[in-house]
């Protein structure tokens, strides 16, 4: 797999001058502590996929670390304000994967401390943060401080007063936002058989008894971050320090435990000693309690926490310096791709350790026996036993069974889909090695491997794959408009075999139209670590021409990864960003949903690259940001209904922002609830409905298309011109890219003539159709999709092409949004229709087919479909579009 391109080398210069007593050109010390603004050196950020920083945050550092306080003006994914640690990284390095750390009262994401202030100061013992918060009567001020000591550890300190009455608090979360990016390592207080090492059990959002589940007699966790971001880093939040100071002066040592699941990792800290149960254990009984617990007038709450930083994406980078005086265990495997795991020898995880390019390792161990069980790609490993005494540990080298390795194809853009044959597993391509998992009430989710590898036919594609000894089916494609080819390879232990595939014959011609993948995500989002790198590859192999980079409230542009690649005859991009409502407010009490916009320009110096702000706003607030900035740009609604009967956030349509009710496509706008969405806005006179689009195909969720496309008719009916769009919202590799995707029509769709302004005018015109496969080709009395026919009759012409490999059974057109044909037909067929119009109205086209081998081997859970947007009808030939008015 790809690497981010390693910056470790300028960034240790540059962190060996700091630490010297000032940075190259300058005369500053090391340490700092100031708020963000033009004349700060960029180099006294952090930087990475998940930087976010920008004007008027708080950055401090010690030239080992850089780390940022968010101002209390800017929003994160669970609050509306800011004033919370949301960088951190080794400075000069590029390593940042940290994403969000907050303080939960009682456990729960709805009720964080507001920061009204954030200060910073340099002193002799240090560099520090002090944001200054207020819940509940409560006064907060958390300390974030960096020193020369221990340069590799941010220290956070915490203290919590009762100063007027309010709610009771009875626990603080410690909280730290994983969100899939960072695997949580954790193991009890005393290592043991209940250590749980990387797999998890799943808590967030599901209530007191996943809660219970989860909770372990632990200090911290050990968050690793993604293996193919390099350089690598890990992070480990500890809690040092939980005790309460009574107004007497007494002070009491207080219960804590750790929960962490692939969305957060949270320290428990209860505010009282229980009255009942010894702190040992997390129970219904202790949870129970805590509602009777509160800090009475005067108390304290003292707590310690620090988060030391690893320079490798493995937990012995976070654990060994806390185990500096235990004997060393060192040791060589003969593939520096392995992974080492530590377990007692009577069971329960202790470590986990990433060997250097030459296979060397090395970790620090207390006395006991342990298991070292060694996982390379492959599905090889390896078990060692050994015993740690009073001295340091040579294990020596370590041999795995031969690899059996497979020579890829080169010079070519590919999708490569295996499946094993007989007993041989389907390959896990991409897996970290880590074992990671997360056990819930009804599935168990682990790390984002894969069965295929994508190829973009450039000099970064990998050379071979290797593999387990077996034999292999693969299947090779380059998206819906080529043919696929199959092929058996042998592979072999301890041999090299070359993959032989035929040059893909093109199977459908499809000029005018650049096929483009609207919702596209990476690393740069918080809940992906996929490198960009490994994004673009995936883009081109399935032979998609048009990626739409929308991070979560990030703005990111391919452009220049692109070019540096040689890629830019095959692929372009635009800059877009999605808006991500996440945090329920008094204003949008159901979130705004999620959105997309392009193009859009990133500020380089503004928090998130200026992407608008959107929790706590009403819909029609974001659409003004929007189109208050210069330029023409395309707003997309997205995913916008969930499972019926759930008012799930994410789904505008489900719940209208303020409403709390769905959409009504049987009811006309002006009727309740549907009503909200023609409010306008009093100074910006802007309404939750004016955007421009709708995904109506979002990745695997097809059976929400037919909701959808109710919405849309019922919107058409009523004036509201939306298009419908088709997209992938693929954040892993585990979700295809540009399936579904959508095809634009543009006067020159060349790549290297690419034209982003008339790419964008024909979105908004409704030139477009989207599909999973089969490619449409429409026309009523010579108007195309997104035209105008003028008449009352006229004749619809239908051409179905698609690959071989993709099924097409049916045809079905739409008049008015009411179905008038649906017809068995097969890819190449020709359909001239004869329709009738006795008012104004416009005309849909559906193609839809079985999902057949090879097409359920190649993009399993879909199905051949497509869909046209509409050909609008002026029926009494008047020059206006007046369409009914009513669904």
Not at 535 to 551: I, N, Y
Request: proline content about 7%; overall charge negative.
């Amino acid at each position: 797999m790809r690497l981010e391109r390693n910056r470790f080398a300028v960034g240790a210069a540059i962190a060996l001058v700091l630490l010297a007593g000032g940075e190259p050109g300058a005369a500053s010390p090391a340490l700092f502590a100031e708020r963000i603004s033009e004349r700060t050196d960029p180099r006294r950020l952090p930087g990475g996929p998940d930087a976010v920083a920008g004007e008027d945050d708080w950055a401090l550092g010690n030239g080992t670390l850089c780390a940022v306080v968010s101002d209390p003006s800017h929003e994160n994914d669970l609050s509306t304000t800011g004033g919370t640690l949301m960088d951190l990284g080794h400075c000069g390095r590029g390593d940042d994967q940290f994403l969000v750390y907050e303080q939960l009262f009682d456990l729960s994401p709805r009720r964080l401390a507001t920061v009204s202030r954030v200060a910073a100061r340099v002193g002799d013992d240090g560099a520090r943060v002090v944001a200054t918060a207020e819940r509940q009567g409560i006064a907060v001020e958390t300390t974030y401080s960096l020193d020369w000591v221990d340069p590799a550890r941010l220290r956070l300190t915490t203290r919590l007063r009762r100063e007027s009455a309010g709610a009771s608090l009875g626990a603080l979360g410690l909280a730290y936002a994983t969100v899939g990016s960072l695997r949580p390592f954790t193991r009890t207080r005393t290592p043991s058989s209940d250590s749980r090492g990387f797999r998890r059990v799943g808590f967030f959002g599901k209530g007191l008894r996943a809660a219970v589940a989860a909770a372990e007699v632990a200090d911290g966790a050990v968050l690793v971050g993604e293996d193919r971001l390099e350089p690598g880093i890990a992070y480990g939040p500890r809690l040092l320090r939980a005790e309460l100071q009574r107004a007497s002066g007494e002070r009491v040592a207080l219960p804590h435990f750790v929960l962490a699941d692939g969305m957060a990792t949270i320290t428990a800290v209860f505010v009282r000693p229980f009255w009942v149960g010894d702190g040992r254990s997390l129970g219904w009984l202790q949870l129970l309690q805590s509602r009777w617990m509160d800090l009475a007038p005067g108390d304290t709450l003292w707590i310690e926490q620090e988060i030391r930083v690893g320079d490798r994406a493995d937990v012995a980078s976070v654990t060994d310096p806390l185990a500096a005086a235990e004997p060393r265990v060192s040791g060589r495997v003969d593939d520096p791709a392995a992974r080492i795991h530590v377990e007692g020898v009577a069971g329960g995880a202790v470590s986990e350790v990433r060997p250097d390019e030459d296979g060397a390792f090395s970790l620090r161990l207390a006395r006991g026996r342990y298991v070292a069980r060694v996982a390379a790609p492959g599905d090889r490993s390896v078990r060692r036993e050994f015993e740690v005494g009073a001295d340091d540990v040579e294990l020596g080298p370590i041999a795995l069974p031969p690899p059996a390795r497979l020579r890829l194809p080169r010079g070519r853009p590919l999708r490569l889909v295996f499946r094993g044959e007989g007993e041989t597993p389907d390959p896990r391509f991409g897996d970290d090695l880590l074992g990671y998992a997360v056990v819930g009430e009804r599935d168990v989710r682990r790390t984002a491997a894969v069965n295929d590898l994508s190829l973009d036919g450039s000099e970064d594609d990998p050379i071979f794959v290797v593999v387990a000894p077996g034999t292999y089916r693969v299947w090779a494609t380059r998206g819906p408009e080529f043919e696929v080819a199959q092929t058996r390879v042998a592979a072999i232990a301890g041999e090299t075999v070359s993959l032989t595939i035929p040059v893909l014959r093109r199977a459908v011609e499809t000029p005018g139209w650049i096929s483009s993948d609207l919702h596209v995500h990476a690393a740069p989002s918080p809940d992906s670590a996929l490198p960009q790198r490994d994004r673009l590859a995936s883009f081109v192999a399935q032979g998609a021409e048009v990626l739409v980079a929308t991070e979560h409230d990030m703005i990111s542009d391919y452009a220049p990864l692109i070019a540096r690649s040689g890629l830019s005859g095959s692929v372009t991009s635009v800059v877009g960003v999605e808006v991500t409502s996440e945090v329920a407010s008094d204003v949008a009490p159901y979130t705004i949903g999620h959105a997309n916009a392009f193009p859009v320009e990133a500020i380089p110096f503004a928090y998130r690259r200026g992407a608008p702000a959107n929790e706590g706003r009403r819909w029609r607030d974001v659409i003004a940001d929007l189109r208050g900035r210069s330029g023409e740009r395309v707003i997309q609604l997205n995913h916008a209904r969930s499972s019926p009967g759930k008012l799930a956030p994410r789904s505008f349509f489900s719940h209208l922002g303020a409403a709390g009710r769905p959409y009504e496509p049987s009811l006309p706008l002006t009727a309740e609830p549907n009503r909200i969405l023609l409010e306008r806005d009093a100074e910006t006179g802007f309404r939750d409905i004016d955007f421009d689009a709708m995904e109506l195909l979002n990745g695997k969720r097809m059976q929400r298309y037919p909701a959808l496309r109710d919405d849309w008719f019922s919107l058409l009916h009523q004036g509201v011109v939306l298009t419908a769009t088709a997209n992938s919202d693929s954040h892993t590799l585990q979700r295809v890219v540009a399936v579904p995707r959508s095809y634009v029509f543009v006067a020159n769709d060349r790549i290297e003539s690419f034209d982003e302004d008339a790419f964008v005018a024909a979105i908004r015109s409704q030139r477009v159709f989207g599909t999973t496969g089969p490619i449409l080709a429409v026309e009523l009395g010579g108007a195309g999709i997104g035209e105008r026919f003028s008449g009352r009759t006229g004749l619809l012409r239908v051409e179905v092409r698609s690959a071989a490999w993709v099924p097409v059974d049916e045809v079905r057109v739409y008049v008015d949004g009411e179905q008038v044909v649906a017809q068995p037909a097969s890819a190449g067929d020709v359909m001239e229709l004869p329709l009738r119009f006795s008012r104004d109205g416009f005309v849909t086209v559906e193609v839809s087919g079985e999902a057949r081998n090879p097409y359920a081997e190649i993009l399993p859970g879909f199905a051949p479909f497509a869909f046209s947007n509409p050909i609008f009808v002026d029926a009494d030939a008047d020059g206006r579009w007046d369409p009914r008015g009513r669904p």
